[in-house]
């Protein structure tokens, strides 16, 4: 079974931080939040594992491991 | 004219019982003429044992209520001589649409899988599925099965006792004492016979109330199930569009907590939501309204005693999914039969802590499906609502969000995974959707279908393999079906009975749920696995 990847991985981190920031710009705040949860569907879909998905949930609820 | 369900169809006339000295016993008494009771009693005047259904009304259903029913109920009402004829007056339909806000986000096709005698739904009232439940004792009646419907017939009080429950009647020429060697209560959400014997019914409650009206138009509208998440004639709620037949179409409109139910329910109040949403120059006529609370609750367990709960009065969805009556009519087909078996003498009582088991299985499968359904439909946080929306959003224009989209997930049987009736699966390479548990899926053979050949008894089905025409064991006969995927032109026996596998040998309950199979006959283990189907393993 595989892991969730909780090490480095996005080459050009500045550049990818920058371009989250930017698709949220001028957004309302009610629109930023609608453009989250569309971004962690899209995501989660991508991924479609799971049991990884399950691991990323603990991971972003900053739960530690068991 | 009259409405059906302004007729009574079981008038009210005096029994003997009444005049009797003493009260007087019966095999089985069935409390409630809804769906569920009449499809118990239809079960055991077939099976040839006498049955009396008591009920405090006279008609059939007051308004629709449930419209909507899938494939698996509708094989068990062809086993109980009622699937053609709803069959035939029912609507089909295959396409869904679902709205958000102003605009379509997508539509879908149920696809149904070819190759079973019955479609994966229909559309209809259920005063007309009842009237046809009513025909059909009559025309057991006619044939002299022991079956007898007392309208106006109210329980006051049901007792408990050893071998018998005590049951007190009410009728317009006054009360009389009746006993029941058991008792199945159909008597639907409210079962006033749990109250009297203090049975709980826990579960959740959800705070949102639905304005039901099936009204009578001559629309344009097509023939499919239309959805609307937070449209505008609707704001920040749902709403729901689906026909039935002559012309009637049912519509749901979410109203949300804080209202006032009397008020909503007036014509006045409800003919010009629907002008919103119909548009001003449908014409209609409103034939029922109601307003509706959901829950979604069972009781700890069917049984108490002499006493089995059965349909609502066991258990409660929401509608989202049609699982009301489909699921109803699940849990007398697994009961019946094991009281038949139990009344011959060759299965013990102890054989009925297996409908516990199985049905509260059901129970909580269709509890869980429709809670999610309704936590979709009225989200219960701003996150949720949040994610919903952006979830309806994506599912415009990407295909991957359209699963995730719950406005009902639409009736299915559950398997009896892990139940002590089962034997452990011996057909390794085996499609999964007919392993122990299962019910059997339907497949064409020839001009004909397997199902109505499985009928109600157990069944020894031989696909490709040798086994003897039949076997005793433990009182019961098993017959077999031998049929092999050689002459099957269309391969459906072979894709959903063998998989891989060459050969296999199914062991089949009279309700049609697998309960054993194997590559091939083992007399021992077959014997074994009969014993165990009737809780003698
Ligand atoms: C708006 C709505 C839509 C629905 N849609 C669907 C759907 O699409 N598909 C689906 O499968 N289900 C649906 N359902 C659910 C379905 O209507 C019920 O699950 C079904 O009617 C339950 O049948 P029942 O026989 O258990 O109870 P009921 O139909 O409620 O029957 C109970 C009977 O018991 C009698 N009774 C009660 N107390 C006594 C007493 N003391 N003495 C004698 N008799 C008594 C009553 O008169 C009644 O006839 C829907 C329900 C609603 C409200």
Redesign the pocket.
Known sequence: MSDLNLTPNIAGADDFYAELLATHEGLSKADSDALNARLVLVLANHIGDRAILSQALAAAALKSEE | MNKIFEIPLYAYERSADQDAETPVRRKVVV???????LGAAIDFAQQGIEVVV????DKV?FGS?????AKR?LEILDRLGCGKPMVDKGVEWNIGKVFFDERQVYQFDLLPEDGHEFPAFINLQ?YYFEEYMVNRVRELQEQGAPIEIRGR????KVEEKTDHAAILVDTPEGQYHLEADWLIA????????RGMMGLDFVGRIFEDNFL?ADVIMEAEFPTERWFWFDPPFNKGQSALLHKQPDGVWRI?LQLGWDIDKEEEKKPENVIPRLKAMLGDDVEFELEWV?I?TFQCRRMETFRKGRVLF????AHQVS?FG???????LQDTDNLVWKMKLIFDGIADESLLDSYDYERIHGADENILNSSRSTDFITPKSDMSRVLRDAVLDLSEVHEFARPLVNSGRL?VPCTYDGSPLNSADALLDGPARTRPGSPCPDVPLGDEFLLPKLGDKFTLLTIDAEAPDSIEESGITVTRLALSTKTDPTQMLKERFLGEAESGVYLIRPDQHVAARRPSFDETLIRAAIRRAIGKE
């Open positions: 409390v409630g003429a809804g769906p569920i009771g008591l009920d405090d009304n259903s209520r449930a419209v909507c029913y109920p259920q017939n109210k329980v006051l159909c008597d639907g959400a409210t079962s006033p016979i039901i749901d109601s509706y059965a349909g609502d009065a509608p049609a699982r009301g009556a489909n699921s109803g009736s």
